[in-house]
């Protein structure tokens, strides 16, 4: 276990929880340079919990089934920055800090182990009470008429992991934006009121522009998780949320249109263009298939300023071709998914990105989704699966 984790605070946020960022030195201090050479990942590990304080529970000993495994697939792949989806958000970082000591600093599987020194966590609009029946059922109170779906406050939070500083005070969080504040949303015609609209937070979970050093220069970890664009009736309102959950992203790096954004401490405008960022992920949305809502995910890809590494796996090649279903029917080539969902309906999709700033250049970059005759095929699986239905997606990247 290392020692002196100090907990760093940043801005005051919703239920008087606050951003903070954990760290743990190493006995020689940051981690050694590396140059600009960089390993960038995103992965929805699904150590989401039913139950408030069911994480720490399952990850205050060593033996947890599904923490070994999802651990052993970072360590496999080691990435210098991580953004991890799905991992229940605990005030005071006690799940992130059991996840590091009892599972990725304890080599898995034969893996070696992994050590992240920083770590920023903070808390989300999943299960926090907004006081009115969004989903128009005639009740109020339950997950969906939360901020953001949630049986309980935090439930499907983020974590953002990395072996380089991260620079705390400098975080922005933008959990408390309101849907209605940005310019031409498209919140879904006459199913909010005004009363609703005035409190109505586009985030499902949260946004986070993270900085961290990396030699001499400073990377922008640009995290989110928006919502799926399901789990609705007609009128649409997940899918819409997710179009411009993503659309605040594509807004926050293109200086022309991000002037209407601000923070949760009341600065606006979005990322100079001169910054360097990483774009990481469940975008809840594919290129060509599934539910997503007039291109959604297109308004990152085509962004000028945005490149994608477009990763791939022979093993969703593979999944693809066995389960068939949907994914028969499917558009978008399958060495892109990211996910294995329902082979009936949506089928597997790419939903998973990690993309970056043309600050970049990209040396490599790939899915952990092994083919089943690979032994690591034990990590992904199939339904029920020893891991997640996603998969975990990385980029190796220069910065110039």
């Known amino acids: 276990m290392n020692l002196a984790r100090a907990a760093m605070i940043g801005a005051a946020a919703l239920l008087a929880l606050a951003p903070m960022a954990v760290t743990a030195p190493t006995a020689s201090g940051a981690p050694a340079d590396r140059g600009q050479d960089l390993r960038v990942a ?25 923490a070994k495994a999802v651990a052993e697939v970072i360590q496999r792949t ?70 953001g779906f949630g049986l309980f406050p935090g439930q499907y939070g983020m974590v953002v992991l990395s072996k380089y500083p991260i620079q705390t005070d400098a975080v922005r969080t933008f959990q408390q934006f309101l849907w209605k504040d940005m310019p031409g949303n498209v919140i879904p015609d006459g199913w909010y009121s005004p009363e609703e609209l005035d409190i109505l937070r586009l985030s499902s979970k949260s946004h986070w522009d993270v900085p961290v050093t990396v030699g001499k220069r400073t990377v922008h970890v640009l995290a989110a998780h928006p919502t799926p664009p399901t789990f609705d009736g007609p009128e649409d309102r997940n899918g819409r949320r997710n179009h411009d959950e993503i659309r605040f992203w594509a807004d926050y790096v293109t200086p022309s249109r991000s002037g209407y954004v601000y923070d949760d401490e009341g600065a606006r405008g979005g990322l100079n263009p001169s910054e360097a960022f990483v774009i990481l992920g ?48 499917h558009r978008g080539d399958p060495r892109y998914d990211t996910a294995d969902f329902s082979d009936t309906a949506p089928g597997n999709l790419r939903v998973d990105y990690t993309l970056l700033s043309r600050h970049f250049t990209v040396t490599d970059a790939g899915v952990f989704w092994p083919v089943q005759a690979d032994p690591l095929f034990r990590l992904t699986g199939v339904f029920p699966f020893p891991t997640s239905d996603h998969r975990l997606v990385w980029a190796d990247v220069t910065l110039r």
């Open 282 to 329: 469940d975008y809840n949305a594919d290129p060509f298939d599934g539910d997503s809502y007039d291109g959604a995910i297109h308004q990152l890809l085509d962004n000028h300023r945005i490149a994608d590494p477009q990763a791939t796996s022979a093993g969703a090649v593979e999944a693809a071709r066995l389960q068939g279903g949907a994914n028969l029917t």
């Open 42 to 66: 995103t992965y929805n590990l699904s150590l989401n919990r039913n139950a408030q304080g069911q994480l720490v529970s399952d990850l205050s000993s060593p033996g947890n089934a599904q």
């Open 78 to 147: 080691d990435p210098d920055i991580i953004l991890l989806n799905e991992f229940d958000y605990v005030e005071g970082g006690a799940a992130v800090d059991l996840f590091r000591d009892n599972y990725l600093e304890v080599g898995q599987g034969g893996a070696s182990p992994v050590e992240y020194p920083y770590a920023f966590v903070a808390p989300s609009n999943t299960g926090v009470p907004s006081g009115f029946d969004l989903n128009n059922d005639g009740t109020v109170g339950g997950g969906d008429d939360a901020f």
